[in-house]
């Protein structure tokens, strides 16, 4: 079985060189790829990538410019790509020795595979405590309110016929892609199976602004596939329990004269603010 190892990337030319740098450690006697898929980068991330020629084996750098997304980038990428089976890892992110001879044992007899996050090598202390260790003991599980396990796009293996039949990663959603397309697999009678031999050091965002913004996304696009999954199955979020976790976000405000606790405290603010936003827009009630 050849493998197929798919970087979605944009503008990550301060990072991708230490995740191919990690790449080049990895050690299976097996076929594999690595693609590059760059979504119109302007900062020198091709250049970086192409550095890696000869380093890494049947290194390509595909163009994804037409496609929406890093799920649309994992698609340019599942495209492209001539393995049997697609190991995705993201451009920011680091895999750790072992990775890929575990994902290529794991899609030998899985269909669909996810890899065990791990977050204190790339992150402050400060921000595992905001942001949290997901994805480390097992799947995530869905549970607002309670629905089906996912994981990480970073992290995901999956057999390259089953990601083409399915239509790989749904580009209309601008965020959450990874759940949906977990979801959707599993609807279809597919098993997620979680490997934590295969290890993927994951990068947080420090700053503030940016650790914000992608949590309100979060948010946002959580109450979109509420709406899209309810009439499959999803249970009903009760109304008074969204009103309640905002009291007691409005009873923790003093927690921002705190720095060891004002992150935390901002990334439920954001992600609060995500989903009433969200429930305005789409019509739904997602607190």
């Given at each position: 079985m050849k493998v197929s190892v798919v970087i979605p990337c944009r503008n990550a030319a301060t990072t991708l060189g230490a995740q191919l740098e990690a790449l080049c450690r990895q050690e299976w006697a097996g076929e594999?790829?690595?693609v590059v898929a760059d979504n119109a980068s302007t900062d020198g991330s091709r250049q970086v990538a192409e550095s890696f020629r000869g380093r890494l084996p049947?290194?390509?750098?595909?163009?994804?410019?037409?496609h929406s997304g890093p799920g649309g980038s994992r698609n340019a990428g599942a495209l492209a790509a001539t393995g049997d089976a697609l190991?995705?890892?993201?451009a920011d992110d680091e895999v750790a020795p072992g990775w890929l001879a575990a994902m290529a044992r794991a899609l030998a007899e899985h269909e669909l595979v996810a890899a065990r996050y791990e977050m204190r090598k790339l992150n402050p202390p400060w921000l595992v405590t905001a942001r949290g260790e997901?994805?480390?003991e097992g799947l995530n599980p869905y549970t607002y309110p309670p629905y089906l396990p996912h994981a990480g796009g970073g992290g995901l293996g999956v057999r390259r016929s089953l990601h083409l039949q399915s239509g790989g990663f749904d580009e209309t959603l601008p965020a959450l892609e990874d759940?949906?397309?977990c979801?959707?697999?599993?609807?279809a009678g597919v098993e997620l199976s979680f490997v934590s031999e295969a290890v993927v050091h994951v990068r947080y965002r420090q700053d503030l602004s940016d650790l914000f913004r992608q949590t309100y996304r979060f948010g946002l696009y959580n109450v979109l596939i509420y709406r899209r999954y309810r009439p499959l199955g999803m249970p009903r979020l009760?109304?008074?329990?969204?009103l309640a976790k905002w009291g007691r976000l409005v009873l923790g405000v003093p927690s921002i004269l705190w720095p060891g606790r004002r992150a935390a405290w901002l990334h439920q603010l954001a992600w609060r603010s995500g989903r009433l936003v969200g429930s305005l827009r789409y019509r739904v009630w997602g607190l």
């Amino acid at each position: 079985m050849k493998v197929s190892v798919v970087i979605p990337c944009r503008n990550a030319a301060t990072t991708l060189g230490a995740q191919l740098e990690a790449l080049c450690r990895q050690e299976w006697a097996g076929e594999w790829e690595v693609v590059v898929a760059d979504n119109a980068s302007t900062d020198g991330s091709r250049q970086v990538a192409e550095s890696f020629r000869g380093r890494l084996p049947a290194l390509r750098v595909v163009d994804a410019s037409g496609h929406s997304g890093p799920g649309g980038s994992r698609n340019a990428g599942a495209l492209a790509a001539t393995g049997d089976a697609l190991a995705f890892c993201d451009a920011d992110d680091e895999v750790a020795p072992g990775w890929l001879a575990a994902m290529a044992r794991a899609l030998a007899e899985h269909e669909l595979v996810a890899a065990r996050y791990e977050m204190r090598k790339l992150n402050p202390p400060w921000l595992v405590t905001a942001r949290g260790e997901h994805q480390h003991e097992g799947l995530n599980p869905y549970t607002y309110p309670p629905y089906l396990p996912h994981a990480g796009g970073g992290g995901l293996g999956v057999r390259r016929s089953l990601h083409l039949q399915s239509g790989g990663f749904d580009e209309t959603l601008p965020a959450l892609e990874d759940t949906d397309y977990c979801w959707r697999l599993q609807r279809a009678g597919v098993e997620l199976s979680f490997v934590s031999e295969a290890v993927v050091h994951v990068r947080y965002r420090q700053d503030l602004s940016d650790l914000f913004r992608q949590t309100y996304r979060f948010g946002l696009y959580n109450v979109l596939i509420y709406r899209r999954y309810r009439p499959l199955g999803m249970p009903r979020l009760p109304w008074w329990l969204g009103l309640a976790k905002w009291g007691r976000l409005v009873l923790g405000v003093p927690s921002i004269l705190w720095p060891g606790r004002r992150a935390a405290w901002l990334h439920q603010l954001a992600w609060r603010s995500g989903r009433l936003v969200g429930s305005l827009r789409y019509r739904v009630w997602g607190l």
